[in-house]
């Protein structure tokens, strides 16, 4: 059986109207070209959390923001220790990783002396039945356990 060669030219053909038919996607939000004041902590935080997932090789279950309020650095970590113990041996790995990357980032970027006690550390167990929950936090150097409720 002979193919026809504008056979690719109509599949082209169909596949354009089909996303011409379809019009333009919804976006363009204007308020996203709004200024935004950025600031050293949201550049380290942001820094921060890469260098926990890529340079470190800390799991990517992170989330790390700069507190404006508290002027404080705090990464929430998601794991599997369900024990204070174990949350405190993983909080303490992602500890070294502020030391040895993040505090030498903040002094050469920023001329910053930052140090560990400058992050709160929140470590939540992932739960696997449902939400997560707080295991401990390491602050200004200080673990401590949530208050039970």
């Known amino acids: 059986m002979k193919r026809s060669s504008t056979a690719p030219w109509i599949v082209a053909g169909i596949a354009a109207l ?5 019009g333009p996607a919804e976006g363009a939000n204007k308020r996203l070209s709004q200024s935004y ?4 902590g949201d550049d380290i ?9 890529v340079v470190a ?3 990517a279950s992170t989330l790390v923001y700069y507190d404006r309020k508290e002027a404080n650095i705090v990464s929430y970590i998601v794991g599997s220790a369900a024990d204070v113990e174990g949350a405190k041996r993983e909080i303490g790995a992602f500890v070294s990783a502020v030391k040895e990357y993040v505090v030498i980032y903040a002094k050469t970027r920023h001329g910053l002396d930052l ?3 400058d992050v709160t550390f929140v470590y939540f167990n992932d ?23």
């Open 18 to 22: 089909s996303l011409a038919a379809a």
């Open 37 to 40: 004041s950025y600031t050293v």
């Open 45 to 53: 935080a942001a820094r921060a959390g890469g260098l926990f997932r």
């Open 57 to 59: 090789g800390l799991e």
């Open 115 to 117: 140090t560990e006690n």
């Open 127 to 149: 739960g696997g039945d449902g939400s997560p929950f707080e295991v401990v936090r390491r602050e200004n150097g200080k673990f401590k356990t949530p208050a039970k409720e």
